[in-house]
């Protein structure tokens, strides 16, 4: 068995039965869709056609959100049906990353992943999905693709079909007949393009509601009813239209697009990523720096040093798991990672390094700031030992988020192959940062003090090669990841990208670093540590406003 989908396009008339079939048939709440019809509007005025599309899952025969789920609840079944498990999700919303397709969403009453599950509960017991009985025209086609007597096998061999986003290698089997590259490819349009034809109608050209319909609009609030005015002799708003026709500079339209109608899910991601992000390098940072500086000799060993910058890291390191908790749609359901991971996931991957290290370097700093109080002896030959363990982990902690995000396939952006050596690279600016933050009150060794400020500015200089010709200034591989760079550089983000990431978080910091100058060496590490959250913000941010539906 290998269940697929095939729509029909030549018969779809958009009217919206397979989507409320689904609704009903498996409960979906107000807010969200498993299925819904794209309707977009493109041509020439007055050749203008309208384009329908019925979207949902693709059940792919290489489906990324399996592989990206830390516990297992999303998987695929014998029978080729990409299935979900509400009683298992912890809500971290990876899935909703991989998916190329915007399959995914939150359902808002469970808090855990949801999509199609083309009816399974239906399929197993010999019905068709829902949306396949309700189609009034038979524009959905269900069935076994490896049976070549199949009605679904004997369409897809008959005509030329489509899938959405062949290029990501997920083998969609959800097919096409007739695929319209307007629907099919969700960056089709500008940006300025993307309103919906319904809500056009009632708005200004600025977008803002019209004066009579804002009046209307204002009584809601007190519970009356309302009634959205008729405004006279103005032609509807549409695709057509740009600007208002009635008033100076409104013209007809050339060649346009604009969606009708839509389902968009929220992004998924916010905040807490990027300031987990920012304290798991602080953390990693550290102990990296001051375990290979002792290991190579290149300062002493200082039992301060390590009690102060020890207890900084760690503290960073619980903000970390704190950050990664808070995030979670079922934060109750945590400890899921641990006691039944899916071990493909560099989630769940993660979860056990930044554990690990989390416990050594605990342990490590517990037994040395014993030492240091005089209530316990360390064996020797054991710090060395300690020192080199950590090395590794540092690394491993500071990196698996690179290998995190080559996961989350509908981000394109984050599929960098720099990206585990700029972490690296981060993470010694930032700890170092931090270093030259609390020797300026602490009174920690000259001789460290002196190889941390070197590292800091050999690694702040080396970030910003790696940002700005590596990350952002080599070509992209695709479309969707130019745009999000673009949207980095010279479009949403680029004041907070260059005021606050390169202007603040690097220039600034490099500029006061002078000889003798603890404070502003202090000032510096801060203003690092401020510039990358920034950094971060509009890199995880940024490819998840690229459409992917």
């Known amino acids: 068995m290998n269940y697929g989908f095939v729509i029909d396009n ?16 498996n409960e979906v709440p107000l807010g969200v ?8 509007e493109h041509g020439r005025y007055p050749h203008v056609t309208r384009s329908f599309q019925v979207t949902r899952c693709n059940h792919c025969e290489n489906p990324p959100c399996v592989r990206i789920c830390p516990v297992t609840a999303m998987y695929q079944r014998d029978d080729g049906i990409v299935e979900f498990d509400p009683s298992v999700c912890i809500g971290c919303k990876a899935c909703m990353q991989a998916c190329p397709y915007d399959a995914i969403h939150i359902d808002p009453e469970t808090h855990t992943a949801a999509k199609c599950h083309m009816c399974s509960h239906r399929v197993d017991v010999g019905l068709e999905p829902a949306c396949v009985v309700v189609c009034p025209e038979h524009a959905i086609v269900f069935g076994d693709l490896d049976d070549p007597g199949s009605e679904i096998s004997q369409v897809v061999a008959k005509h030329h079909t489509t899938v959405r986003k062949p290029e990501q290698g997920t083998a969609p089997k959800l097919f096409y007949v007739q695929g319209s590259d307007v629907t099919l490819h969700p960056t089709v349009m500008d940006e300025a393009q993307q309103t919906f034809a319904a809500a056009d109608v009632i708005t200004e050209q600025g977008g803002s509601p019209r004066p009579e319909v804002a009046r209307e609009l204002s009584k809601a609030s007190s519970g009356a009813k309302i009634r959205l005015p008729v405004i006279q002799g103005v032609p509807p708003r549409g695709p057509i ?17 604009q969606v009708h109608y839509n389902a968009q899910h929220e992004v998924p991601w916010h905040w807490p990523v990027p300031a987990y992000l920012l304290t798991k390098g602080i953390g990693a940072g550290i102990f990296l720096f001051l375990c290979l500086g002792w290991g190579l000799n290149l300062f002493a060993f200082d039992s301060l040093t390590m009690m102060v910058g020890g207890l900084i890291a760690l503290i960073a390191l619980v903000a970390t798991t704190g950050f990664l908790v808070y995030d979670l749609d079922k934060p109750e359901r945590f400890l899921s990672i641990v ?4 071990l493909k996931s560099w989630l769940a991957r993660g979860a056990f390094i930044l554990i690990g290290f989390s416990t050594l370097a605990g342990l490590w700093w517990a037994a040395e700031s014993a030492q240091h109080l005089g209530m316990f002896t360390m064996p020797a030959g054991v710090r060395p030992i300690l020192l080199w363990l950590n090395v590794p982990l540092a690394i491993g902690a500071a990196i698996y988020t690179a290998f995190l995000f080559a996961q989350a396939e509908g981000r394109d952006l984050w599929q960098s192959p720099l990206l585990p050596f700029h972490l690296v690279v981060q993470c010694l600016y930032l700890g170092t940062g931090i270093l030259l933050l609390a020797g300026a009150f602490a009174g920690l060794p000259a001789d460290m003090m002196e190889v941390a400020k070197i590292t800091f500015a050999a690694a702040l200089i080396v970030d910003l090669f790696i940002t700005l010709a590596g990350e952002l200034g080599i070509p992209h591989a695709s479309e969707v990841a130019a745009r999000a760079a673009h949207e980095i550089s010279h479009g949403r983000y680029k004041t907070m990208f260059w005021g606050g990431a390169i202007a603040l978080g690097h220039a600034a910091p490099l500029a006061l670093l002078v000889p003798d100058a603890p404070l502003a060496g202090a000032a510096a590490g801060l203003l690092a540590a401020i510039g990358l959250y920034f950094y971060e913000h509009a890199f995880v941010m940024a490819p998840q406003e690229v459409p992917n539906s």
């Open 10 to 25: 030549r018969k779809c008339i958009g009217c919206h039965a397979c989507s409320t079939a689904c609704k009903s048939e």
């Open 339 to 342: 006691f039944r991971p899916q």
């Open 33 to 40: 869709s498993r299925t819904w019809v794209k309707t977009v």
């Open 241 to 257: 239209a740009v600007g208002d026709p009635l008033k100076s500079g409104g013209r007809m339209a050339e060649h346009m697009v």
